[in-house]
């Protein structure tokens, strides 16, 4: 029971890392319509953008709020930069332009930073909550940032013009442009909002799993499964798939005899796509009910 | 002037005899890729792709050629090294490697990185007898001299060094349950490997056997299911990265098993001091070579020529990574097979030298730790030491083991 | 009004050569330029440049498959490396256990895989876009996982993989292994290209790509969406599979390592470069995806994933639609300065 218990907590603080991503993921999904491959590059560069700036010398909320700015003036420069000339070629060619801009982000800092793995510092502090062994502060911590970000971000959209003018643009965008919304812009802003909460994803993440090149890619792929299984509709089913994702993968490795071991993660995938079978469009996702 | 009769030249064969004999001074041979002022040599390495954090080594190696060539070279020739990326992927290597040997024309291929990638080549460069030198992977398979005469290892193999683990742990914990953290890959369950045969009848010991992949986030969940188990004994053979975070984890739990750590995740500065020093108190690990980023070798001259060179040669490597140690040790035990190989730089040649190496050592080996082959014995580095970690540095401790286990 | 006797005779005369040259359109001509160009290659290069070509050839082959499911019915697949990985271990495990002849591992994997895909197409018929496209992931992810699961090792190699020897040409035939391996993918190429292109031009052709562009009209006009959808999947399962059975028989060895979802990138990257719902265009795919990162390295080492993505946009600029997109493009300004200049033309 207690090894139950240990799991589920340990699964809980790996899935607030999952559920972060998922909600960077989602929010540009909800922007731009797709996925972006190389949102967990960005955010692992925003890192070590905040990382460099802690080397040299700058306290760490300094280093944090400019780095989610920057990355926020990033993701807009490379929407209107990289991503504009080609909106209206067909969705595979911007799919292959995020890979593209995966390869970019990922061989770049590999070459400015090396692939040694270095510690980021963590405003939460290490020790254990409430005494207990269960879950560090720090993973507290992450996972009362997220759900802060998820109700930030909600109050946003539901309750703002911008929000509703941004969820106009990319639901309908003919339509907004006719009613006086500048579309273009409002995919920029997206870009940059989904930058900047990738930033603050990957500065939570890099304090467990360590900073390097290469961190990302596995976490880009469990908050993409996380956000499908949650709905890609959904923020906030998003993050509750992350922190679901984590919770069915170590239980997974950990009880299932034999197999568990070495097939968590397809056992976690089989799992995801089998929900998928009985809710299409994700557990908590509207089903999309088009006109013929 | 003396006649020329049959007992003159009988009189005389000793010295021809003997003159023969000398070594390679007086045949010159330039074989595939060698001119009377360049040698070139071939090598594939992870550049790009998700082991690209090894791309360092063939990099260092690079540096170190460089660095030999500014000296005047081996025996008055160039080196000239031409690698590839092969981003990991056995079949890119196979078309790198037909690259270098059909359209370059390397003599040989030094230290190509890595164990599945290897493998996809062994065949060719066994077929095509070009000698596939010195490869960066500590998998024991290579050690095999009688089904594939031209490829040989360097570095101790893992199912070795698992081995020296188990006969460790029999000494110190004989009844402790073990938990072993290893990659899900040929290099982790090498280890898995040799440790379970190090047991022999204990092996039932082993009450966890934890796989992670390289793209998992953290291996947290691992290391509590060791401590639930009850486990007192972990065995950590992970990449840094990984080594660090179970460091990290288990004391974050409060758990203090007898934790011995590979030689694959045991650097200071790459996975200690990131998990917390105070947290590796107490760490077991064999070392072969210098760590760097322990100061106990500070005033060692090898360490100092070290970081001489990468200053001067490769100044954006990173001191910390043990890469740019191991690349180094890999291009100067190659310099000694050409020297050795004088102006007969054949294939065969290049083979031969490099089964007769007789205690070589080069400077960021532990002191003590040759390199040795024969004909019959194709591992060339089969010591090591055991090392604890007392809170600052490596204090190696008892004898140099050998842990030979041939593939 | 009549038509003077000199124009009738030189229309009679005419009329033959017309007709032939009218069926005879520039596309046929390329497709036969090449094929010639193709058999006279190995000829003329290097055993390496041979060996590069099969695996061009075999990259177009694999690309074509994920081209039959994404570009024609417009199914999302990130899964196509699983595909080419089982048709890959099918033929390595047939031949270095079964002691198989390397032709007869062709269809065993193209079966095999089709099979696979047919039952993988059946729960995917629920899914859409991204979902679909997790599904996949979860198949590509799965794969190199259960290659190495310990139990399978036996048969599988576990992460040591199988080394396989390359098939020598029939006794008599004065061409080297790699040459010969050359011939036979180029004509296992042909013969594959030909029927897609068959299939693409027929009644059930029409009725994959009206499901991908409207599924609802295609479902209301009688299409046997359910159908059409999994028999699709099984037979892009079952190109790529055989593609990966070549691919074995070219490198001459499987591991779990050379399978894993990077390679459904690559074949996603090849397939839009080359022109999504395009065949010929998915052996461009293929020449971009092998000689594309090699550029990318010669330019610089340490950079090259970022030179690969900088060479990659450039090209997405250039031709969103992929270079079938751009031959399509230049091919209808050609026929438009043609057309003009026989207008212009008097009789």
Redesign the interface.
Known sequence: M??LL??LM??L??GA?YAAMALAVVMI?QAID??NFAQGEMAMFSTFLAWQMIQWGQPYWVAFVAAVVLSFLGGVAIERV?FK??H???I??Q???F??????L???A??IW??????FPTPFG?A?LFGQ?LI?THQAGMIGVTLAMLGLLYLFFRGSRLGLAMRAAAANPDSARLVGIRVGWMLALGWGMSAAVGAVAGML?AP???L????M???L??G??GA?LGG?SSPGGAVAGGFAVGVI??LA??FIPYVG???K??IA??L??AV??VR???VFGRAVVSR? | MKRITRRSILAAAPSVLAFAALPARAAKQNGPGVTDTEIKIGNTGPYSGPASSYGTIPKAEAAYYRMINEKGGVNGRKINFISYDDAYSPPKTVEQARKLVEQDNVLLIASPLGTPTNSAIWHYMNQKKVPQLFVATGATKWDDPKHYPWTIGWQPNYQSEGRVYASYILERKPDGKIGVLYQNDDFGKDYLKGLKDGLGDKVKSIVVEAAYETTDPTVDSQVIGMKAAGCDVFVNTGIPKFAAQAIKKAAEIEWKPLHVISSVGNSVGASLKPAGLENAKDLITDFYLKDPTDAQWKDDPGYKDWVAFMDQYYPEGDKTDAGNVIGPCFAQTLVQVLKQCGDELTRENVMKQATNLKNFTVPMLLPGITINTSPTDFAPIKQMQMARFDGERWQLFGPLISGAVSG | MTVPPQETALATREAPRAAVLARLSPRHLAIGGAIIIALLLPLLTTSFVTFQLTLVMIYGLAILGLNLLTGFNGQFSLGHSAFYGIGAYTAAILMDQADLAYYWTLPCSGMLCFAVGFLFGLPALRLQGLYLALATFALATAMPQILKFHPLEPLTGGVQGIAILKPDPPPGVPLSADQWLYYFTLAVLLVMFACAANLVKSRTGRAIMAIRDHPLAAAAMGINTALYKTLTFGVSALYTGVAGALGAIAVQFVAPDSFTFLLSVSLLVGLVIGGVASIPGSLVGGLFVLFVPNIAESVSRGLAGAVYGVILLLVIYVMPSGAAGLARLLAAKFSSIRTLHIEGKSV
Not at chain 1, 99 to 104: K, V
Not at chain 1, 114 to 119: L, N
Not at chain 1, 212 to 215: G, S
Request: net charge negative.
């Open positions: 207690e090894l240990q799991q340990a699964g603080a790996t890392i999904y797709h996925l990289l000339p080609i209206n070629a067909p595979l060619s799919l292959v332009a890979i593209a801009l995966y390869g970019i990922n061989s770049s590999g070459e090396d692939f040694t793995i270095k510690t290490s254990p062994n560090s993440i467990v799993v360590f390097e090149p290469n961190m890619l596995g976490v792929l469990y993409f499964a499908v890609l993968e170590n490795g950990t071991r070495e097939l993660l397809t995938l089989v995801i796509v998928l079978m299409p469009s994700g013929v």
